[in-house]
């Protein structure tokens, strides 16, 4: 079935670092694919997502680009922030498969923490 | 509009018990969706709704579980003879979608955190 693969945590980094998260699916269809993220305390929010191949999603200094032939969805920021200390979750939906549903399958999420 | 809304936000029950959390999705929203979510671990898909019908259930969803949405707007999810495998966080999503396959975005509650004693 479909899933999705990212780097395990917890990743910690400097205030200003640049940021990158690897996530890599697999799916039999042609997936959308999304960043989320749980601050602490919070809900999941929508960070970012692409819809096809190329496609960048960007979002507060987040970018992702959907790269159908290394099937990557790579999370990346080029200043970080504490600000951005939470965890971060790759996702993908393949709205246009067989069931036409749009069910999230969630990777097991990156821990993010940001030294001041 | 207030977003998604769950209740309980946190619960406490001891095995064998039943429990039933309730979801309120963002008004006029005709999808809905329940996730799980064991710690350390992404949100897991257990079934979903389109208005009233209940389109899809995973394998997760053992026969101790059922959903509803009697009406199309909220939705309930009871688990019945809880058991310690069941604590884990309880997500609930909605969505707007008009056509099979459009691109929508699934809005989150904050969910309901279960605890199984």
């Known amino acids: 079935g479909d899933s999705v693969t990212q780097m395990e945590g917890p990743v910690t980094l400097s205030e200003e670092a640049f940021l990158t998260i690897n996530c890599t699916y697999t799916?039999?269809?042609?997936?959308?694919l999304f960043w989320y993220v749980q601050y602490p305390g919070e809900g999941l929010q929508l960070l970012l997502k692409?819809?096809?191949?190329?496609d960048k999603g960007s979002n507060k200094g987040f970018e992702a680009t959907y790269r159908k032939e290394t099937t990557s969805f790579h999370l990346e920021k080029g200043s970080v922030q504490v600000s951005d200390s939470a965890v971060y979750f790759c996702?993908?939906?393949?709205?246009?498969?067989?069931?036409?549903?749009?069910?999230?399958?969630f990777g097991k999420g990156t821990r993010l923490h940001i030294l001041p | 509009d207030t977003g998604v809304s769950q209740d309980p936000r946190h619960k406490i029950t001891k095995r064998g018990q039943n429990v039933t959390f309730r979801c309120d999705p963002i008004?006029?929203?005709?999808?809905l969706y329940w996730y799980r979510q064991t710690l350390g671990q992404g949100p897991e898909f257990l079934t979903y709704?389109?208005?009233?019908?209940?389109?899809?259930k995973s394998r997760l969803l053992s026969d101790r579980f059922s959903a509803e949405r009697p009406k199309g707007s909220f939705s309930t999810l009871e688990i019945q003879r809880t058991e310690q495998g069941d604590s884990a966080m309880y997500l609930c999503?909605?969505?707007?979608?008009?056509?099979?396959?459009?691109?929508?975005?699934?809005?989150f509650g904050p969910g309901t955190r279960l605890l199984v004693l």
């Open positions: 999503a909605s969505s707007l979608i008009q056509l099979a396959g459009e691109d929508v975005t699934q809005y």
């Open positions: 799916a039999t269809g042609y997936p959308s």
């Open positions: 692409a819809t096809k191949a190329d």
């Open positions: 996702a993908l939906s393949d709205r246009l498969g067989k069931n036409r549903d749009d069910k999230i399958i």
């Open positions: 008004s006029e929203h005709n999808r």
């Open positions: 709704f389109q208005n009233e019908a209940q389109l899809e």
